[in-house]
């Protein structure tokens, strides 16, 4: 295990955010491997239901399960590649890229995945489904189970997003690649699904209460509905009632958030946004937010200006954290999690990484300011992270670059380990 510290810091002003100051991380943390052999493994979940497991989506059309005493089961939760003849994966992008369980899942059983498919020539589409656990077997999904929520038209087989969260409020988050043509990002207009792409989706996959008149959707598929404000105080998506918009727009100005996620503990945003060809960036959304902010795609990258021909009126969101390519290989940000586990030194650091040269980031607050800096130089190629029901780490490596591709069979799933995990007080209480 390398071991090699270094100091890039990357500092971005972040207006109305409190003053944390986090220790760094312990000198005797390490990437502790739970499981390999994995075939393209890009994203790791748990299911919130007390079972200590952990969901291995494999970018082949697989979802493997990690039990609780870190066994990898022979037989795959669900295989989406037999179950739609019509899923697409070519070695790209492409694939069965993220899943998210229902909030209430210990009681219905409901997932919700996302995948690209081919209906036809040059027809891709993004399809986000629900499936439901079989009868009798809590490891086993029903194949023929598929529901499907929303699809979405792609113009390329890049810039697919891919990763879906279910946000505190219980609305599914979906997060949009600008499909390749940069000038979507900045597109509201309702022309068709694809002014959805480059953007963060909030749908409703409940029902809820009915829409008020005059909403507009622009899925390909239409069985949700749109976030509006009700009696409980819940948040309506921020262009519900404008005329020609799609209404299922939170945010935009995204290039590709292809990770992000939520914090446990404060419900905070942090989305890795992938960049052009100059700078990498990590973006914030506060809990509680009404959204319709704008991140900036096309018309900066980074906090760097892009295009400078943009005409965009109103304020651009700059990233809370960046990095340039420039002076090394790296190609595109993995967005992680604010680590919220046993190990006191780590609490509250926002950990990250570059999906090309193996670099991991550990970032904290100082004074209002984000402040990263590069915890190990490692040889994995970060495709995602993870975190359980314990709030513990985990580092998802895609696989070993061979031949110009990645060598199948060869991801593995490292857990974040220090000597000493728990922080137990004089007291015998443990820490939180």
Known sequence: MLKKWYFTFGVLLVTGLPVVTTAAPPPELELVSVASGLNRPVAARHAGDGSGRLFIVEQTGRIRILDSSDALLATPFIDISSVEPLFEYNGGEQGLLGMAFDPDFANNGYFYVNYTYDPGPGLDRTRVSRFSVSSGND???DAGSEYIIIEIEQDAANHNGGDIHF???GYLYIGMGDGGPSGRAQTLDAAGSASLLGKMLRIDVHGGTPEPVGVEKCGEVQNYTIPHATDNGQIANPW??????????WTYGWRNPWRWSFDSLTGDMFIGDVGQGAMEEVSFQAAGDSGGGNYGWNCKEGSMDYWTGCGVEGVLIDPILEYPQAGSNACAVTGGYV???AISEMRGDYVYADYCDGR???ASQSSGNWVGAVWQDTVHHPSSFGEDEAGELYLVHVGNFSGGGIAANTGVIYRFEGDNPDDVFEDGFEGN
């Open 139 to 141: 490891n086993l999904a």
């Open 339 to 341: 680590y919220r586990g």
């Open 240 to 249: 519900l009632g404008a005329d020609n918009v799609c209404d299922e727009i």
């Open 360 to 362: 991991i980031w550990f």
């Open 167 to 169: 946000g505190p409020d």
